[in-house]
């Protein structure tokens, strides 16, 4: 460190300068200064500083500008503190005005559509919540079910709209453009892009099985005999098939009741081309062209077997007595299938010839 005495008169000039922002001010000679303190710094300090100012080459006119220039940087600073003080004002004026809005009205007073509020979507109708629209609302390239000016986010699946009563596939109230089959209150319907297809009438093969529709919608309520034919029927064959809950059953074979006649099923389908005696319930019964002969009482032969039909259904003739004959009209029973000029005669038993009303003939018995 260079000492302070070498240069009496520069070291004097840069104290002076020094001394200048100070509040007791030296006044430094040539000489050693004698003083304990400088400026109010102890001497040792001062010296330190007064080697920094003059080996920096420090004066007056750098100090100056030195402190214009901190002045302007203040000055930026204290503007940039008021302008964040304004901005933040106005955001929170802004926040606030936001806030204070009525519950009941939308920020934009011409929007009609669906809006978030306080966590629920809201159908706004001119700003104003409609609380009595039900129906679609079309909102960012999708469809949403609204219900009483709600979003029905909550619905999934196969649901119905209270508007128009017509089915929509909805995945948390947004239609889906779903194919396939879906299930609505344990009713089926076969959908195509999310509602049921129209087009499905009649029977339409579904994992394995076979099934009767109408208008998209299987036919669960319904069991008994299905003509898959007639007006918009998909496939349609003319032929009869039973259901039970709307589904063929192909492992079924026996008596259907159809609009008040009985006919026979054979694996699911009417037996229309079959005449003869067919076995139902431990019971055996004839049939013409698949149907019960309700009205038929007499012999009938089929498979090489004889048989007794009563109104349709095969009497079993336990009888041990004597044959006789009958015929359908007469009220005679007969020893003789010739006598009395009878039609179509067959044999029964005495004992079941008198079950069913006949007396004896009094040319056979004398």
Not at 163 to 171: C, E, H, I, S
Not at 296 to 302: C, H, K, R, S
Request: a negative charge; charged letters at 20%.
């Amino acid at each position: 460190m260079r000492s302070l005495h070498e240069n009496p008169e520069t070291v004097g000039a840069k104290m002076s300068v020094l001394c200048s922002f100070c509040v007791h001010h030296v006044t430094v000679s040539g000489e050693a200064v004698n003083s304990n303190s400088v400026c109010g710094f102890p001497k040792y300090t001062a010296e330190l500083y007064i080697a920094f100012f003059w080996k920096t080459g420090y004066n007056k006119e750098q100090g100056n500008r030195y402190r214009a220039e901190k002045q302007a940087i203040s000055e930026v600073q204290r503007r940039s503190e008021e302008m964040k003080k304004k901005v933040f004002a106005m955001l929170t004026a802004l926040v606030l005005a936001v806030c204070m809005l009525p519950s009941t009205v939308y920020a934009d007073r011409n929007y009609t559509g669906l809006a978030l509020e306080e966590g629920e979507w809201i159908y706004f109708n001119e700003g104003v919540p409609d609380a009595s629209y039900t129906g679609f609302v079309d909102y960012m390239d999708a469809s949403y079910l609204v219900c009483n000016g709600r979003a029905c986010t909550e619905l999934n699946g196969l649901q119905q709209n209270p508007a128009d009563q017509k089915f929509y596939f909805l995945a948390e109230g947004r239609l889906q453009k779903h194919t396939g089959w879906a299930e609505y209150d344990n009713h089926w319907f076969i959908l195509k892009d999310g509602q049921p297809d129209t087009g499905q009438t009649g029977l339409v093969e579904y994992n394995g099985g076979l099934f009767a529709a109408a208008a998209g919608q299987v036919l669960t309520d319904y069991s008994g005999l299905f003509l898959n034919a007639g007006d918009g029927i998909v496939n349609p064959d003319n032929r009869w098939y039973f259901l039970s809950n709307g589904q063929v059953q192909k492992q079924y074979s026996g008596l259907a009741l159809y609009d008040g006649h009985w006919f026979y099923v054979q694996n699911g389908m009417l037996a229309d081309s079959l005449t003869g005696i067919v076995p139902h319930d431990g019971a055996e019964f004839y049939v013409i062209n698949g149907e019960v002969a309700g009205d038929y009482t007499g012999a009938v032969n089929y498979a090489g077997k004889n048989y007794l039909v009563i109104k349709g259904q095969v009497d079993y003739d336990n009888g041990t007595g004597q044959k006789v004959w009958i015929d359908l009209t007469a009220a005679k029973y007969h020893l003789r299938r010739d006598c009395s000029g009878m039609d179509n005669a067959f044999q029964v038993s005495v004992e079941k010839a008198r079950e069913l009303g006949r007396t004896a003939c009094k040319k056979c018995f004398k």
